[in-house]
């Protein structure tokens, strides 16, 4: 399988990241904004388009009145003009995030949608899937923010599982195993991704590692959940010693 090159975007002016823990910087400097304005810049870059200004105003303050919200939106609004340059645009009746703010959240998916198109060749720079081992703001807890986590992290597994699989495909078994012990360190009761795992193992020519993975895969299922493996794993994993 041949790879294709990524052509390197252009250098954006701000860069905002939400994998792991909120940051803004423009040109390798921090920028500090209070929470309120954190919040609007977060709930932007998840909608990634025009988000009318009451919706945005009820979706962050929903104990308030709505001529509350409204005016803690303004305020956010005018301290995100602050920086000196223009973080959210602002129509009529809409905000959206600027296009001059690359978002690390918006690179992990569009890395996660490269991987799963499985007709076309790996892009080397999806090698690199770290970021799509990590959460947004792993510390927020609200609702419209659960959501989209919960979103991302369905979509980051699957990537990394198929990416797991390919990998195999072309021989770099040794990266396979990497990512699949990603997807197992993220998601211990995920069938598939143990599934991905097992077959790196076996393609390695790790019998005994993958029956050794296979067993503290049954034991915490089982404690876990009162489970015992798929009928596609024990399949998988027939014939290379006791499983019982």
């Known amino acids: 399988m041949t790879e294709t090159q990524t052509t390197p975007p252009e250098p954006a002016a701000f860069h905002l990241n939400l994998l792991d823990a ?10 500090d904004l209070p929470l309120s304005a954190q919040r ?23 104990e308030k009145s709505e001529n509350r919200a409204n005016g803690n939106l303004r305020a956010a609004l005018w301290r995100l003009g602050e ?9 009529t009746t809409q905000v959206r995030l600027s296009p001059d703010i ?29 970021r799509l081992s990590r ?35 072309t021989g770099r078994v040794a990266q396979a195993i990497q990512v699949g012990e990603a997807v197992v360190e993220l998601e211990p009761l995920r ?37 015992a493996p798929s009928f596609t794993i024990e399949t998988m994993l027939a014939g290379l010693g006791p499983t019982t």
């Open 40 to 62: 609007v810049l977060v709930f932007l870059a998840l909608r990634d388009r025009p988000v009318g200004r009451s919706f945005v105003a009820g979706s962050l303050w929903p």
């Open 135 to 169: 959460d947004i703001l792993p510390g927020w807890y609200e609702d419209w923010l659960v959501l989209a986590r919960e979103r991302l992290r369905q979509l980051r597994l699957h990537a990394l599982e198929t990416l797991c699989v390919r990998l195999i495909g």
């Open 22 to 31: 909120f940051s803004l910087t423009s040109h390798g400097d921090a920028i």
């Open 102 to 130: 690359r978002v690390d959240v918006h690179d992990a998916v569009t890395s996660a949608r490269r991987i799963l198109a499985t007709a076309s060749p790996l892009d080397p720079v999806d090698l690199d899937w770290s």
């Open 83 to 91: 920086p000196g340059a223009v973080l959210v645009e602002r129509l």
């Open 191 to 227: 069938d598939s991704g143990q599934r991905a795992l097992f077959a790196a193992h076996l393609a390695e020519g790790n019998r005994a590692e993958a029956l050794h993975q296979y067993e503290r895969y049954r034991a915490v299922l089982w404690d876990t959940l009162r489970l």
